[in-house]
């Protein structure tokens, strides 16, 4: 049996305006919903000396809280040069305490013992000056007598000023400038403590903050170079949206703004704070799968969820309305 003209036509036109329904149709139609999906930006720890791992704390999976111990490089190098910085600090600090002291007792006994024989000497040499006197105004010394009495009686007293002051200069201690020396020493003898206790502390880190284990790429026993990661950490707070906006709507996104979303499997009224919203428009990328948005010029917005959700997740976000 042939079909006229007539109806091949009619089914022709219409099976032309199904076709353009179903491609065009959602084009013109506006969506309720933005696609996206859930992101995070691992760390990753590593050793910043070459060693041996010793301890590996946590297994992939894991959730850590913010200063949980994760691994263990051999340490024996490093507080080798913590424990040497240490006996530095400790000289520093004895030579800075005894350049603010004066002299040991006994060594100012030898002072004193100086300043007893110099005044016995200048006492000696005193009473020979008053003897030598009467005797040169009668006559019996000739004048040049007295005057080489009298200059040993003052070279006597000079040698009795010297010794006070030897004595009264060992009980000061060392020169302002020399304790200022020694204390600068104590200061740089400390900051090479704290630098190498921080490179000790490096060689058993601990999370940041409250984390997910991604991955470990090493086991005890094994060699790991320097800087190379150990292991992965997802944290928590490095968890976000990312979802993208058509330019007609992006005045309604600014940093900070409460955008409503849902994912399969998750609670109802999920929220996010938008972080981050792209200066730079670009066309929406082929993981986002939605045919109103295909080829169509967004921008990316990124937002911070109030609760845990796994990357790679795909997410439908509420689209905010723009203020009048």
Known sequence: ??????????????AAAIVAVLVFAPRLTRAHTLSGYVEGEPLYLASPVSGTVQEVRVSRGDEVAAGQPLF?????????????????????????????????????????????AAEAEARDAAAVLRRTEPLVRRGIYAPARLDDVRATAQAAQARLAAARRQRDAATLGARDDQIL???????????????AQARLDDLAPRAPSAARVEDTFFQPGEWAAANAPILALLPYDRIKLRFFVPEASLAAYKRGASVRFSCDGCAAGLSARVTFV????????????SREARDRLVYLVEARPSVRLNPGQPVDVVPLEPAP
């Open 181 to 195: 020396a020694a204390e600068s020493r104590v200061t740089q003898a400390q900051a090479a403590l704290a630098g």
């Open 1 to 14: 049996m042939k079909l006229s003209r007539p109806l091949v036509a009619i089914l022709l036109l219409a």
């Open 278 to 289: 792209s200066p730079r428009p670009e066309f929406t990328p082929p993981v986002i799968y």
């Open 72 to 116: 263990v490089v051999d340490p024996r190098q490093l507080r080798a040069q913590r424990d040497q910085a240490a006996a530095d600090l400790a000289a520093a600090q004895s030579q800075a305490l005894d350049a603010r002291k004066g002299q040991r007792p006994v060594e100012l006994a030898v002072f004193e013992a100086n300043i007893a």
